[in-house]
């Protein structure tokens, strides 16, 4: 996160520069009558007039903003300039005498909650939460498994399943793939929320909002089935890579985007590609990889020969010293999950899929 912190007064300056030396990439904004000579040396800006002139531009450059100022000011402040929670920052207000750090905007998806305690673990603040998720120790149904980065992809009842949650409304979270240990309070978890493995069970359980994590592309009959859904992508889908050298990003992102529909999988939850080491440095995965953001891994031959196999190549023996590249490297990133599609071979490339498998 890249933070700008601004003050307009002299305790809150001292606390600004005390702040800035132990925040990562954090600014320094303050008023030019508190220069101290070593701005430029220590990349401080010197304003002057009203911070609220400054204020667009920040919005623009940060992902979050601390604002030593008063709560009211910062209200009036910021209001003409907000556009939504889904791009506006994240708006802390600490007060000038470091008493209490204030989460004031975006404080889930724009991580003003969690910039608000790190402020308050800095400058001996009370942090001041004011989410009910937050405060209830449930589910934050906006930032629901944000740390194993998952994303949610229909998010049309986004609102009404957040208030069924805080509201202690009968809530089940289906689970098909994913990180399963999302439950992080200190309390059991409440009984108004239950599990369901499938969609299918989701539907013959009453509920009135559900939270469902899954690999799998829903069609809008199935969601229909559900009260308020929420549908949720993990990173759970590992792709086995093999190619001719050579072949282009083109050819291979083509045969991975028509083999993810043909399985009705969200290429938003791959979590990574695999191939044999001979093909760490094929330019074509490696694009693939950057653009997508999906981590490329590789193993040597020997270990790709201890996978299971459905079927071993000697042809591909004779070439890379691997009976197989695809499916054993697909197993084996995939923590030996679930390998749904064992090979297809498609022009220059050869392409499986496996589905992770979490430790219980």
């Not at 890249?2 to 809150?12: F, Q, R």
């Not at 093909?279 to 790709?304: C, H, M, R």
């Amino acid at each position: 996160m890249k933070v700008a912190i601004a003050s307009i007064t002299k305790h809150g300056t001292e606390t600004g520069r005390r702040l800035a030396d132990t925040i990562p990439n954090a600014d320094l904004y303050y008023m030019s009558k508190f220069r101290r000579g070593d701005e430029e040396e220590k990349g401080i800006t010197l304003f002057d007039g009203s911070v609220r002139l400054i204020l667009p531009d920040l919005f623009q450059k940060y992902d979050g903003i601390v604002l030593i100022i008063s709560l009211g000011a910062v209200v009036r402040m910021i209001a003409p300039i907000l556009k939504d929670k889904k791009t506006d920052p994240a708006v802390v207000v600490l007060d000038d005498r470091a008493e209490h750090a204030i989460s004031v905007l975006s404080g889930h998806i724009g991580g003003a909650n969690e910039l608000t305690h790190k402020v308050a673990a800095l400058t001996g603040a009370r942090p001041v939460i004011t989410t009910a998720s937050d405060v209830q120790k449930t589910i934050p149904v906006d930032m629901f498994g944000r740390e194993f980065g998952w994303k949610f992809e229909y998010d049309k009842y986004l609102t009404q399943a957040a208030a069924a949650v805080v509201n202690e409304e009968p809530i089940l979270v289906v689970q098909e793939s994913g990180e399963t240990n999302w439950w992080k309070h200190d309390r059991k978890m409440p009984d108004h929320i239950r599990t369901a493995s499938s969609v299918e069970e989701a539907i013959r359980t009453p509920h009135n909002a559900a939270l469902v994590v899954t690999h799998r592309l829903i069609a809008e009959e199935e969601l229909s089935g559900l009260r308020y859904p929420v549908v949720y992508r993990p990173k759970s889908i590992v792709i086995g890579i093999g190619c001719n050298r050579g072949t282009g990003i083109a050819e291979i992102e083509a045969v991975v985007n028509e083999t993810l529909e043909s399985l009705s999988f969200s290429k938003n939850s791959v979590k990574a590609i695999a191939s044999i080491d001979l093909k760490k440095d094929e330019q074509g995965i490696l694009e693939l990889s950057g653009q997508n953001n999906w981590p490329f891994v590789t193993y040597k031959a020997e270990e790709l020969n201890k996978a299971p196999m459905k079927e071993k190549s000697d042809t591909v023996y004779q070439y890379t010293g691997a009976y197989g590249v695809s499916e054993p490297a697909a197993f084996l990133a995939s923590n030996g999950g679930e390998v749904v599609l064992h090979k297809k071979k498609s022009g220059n490339v050869t392409i499986s899929v496996a589905i992770f498998r979490e430790e219980k």
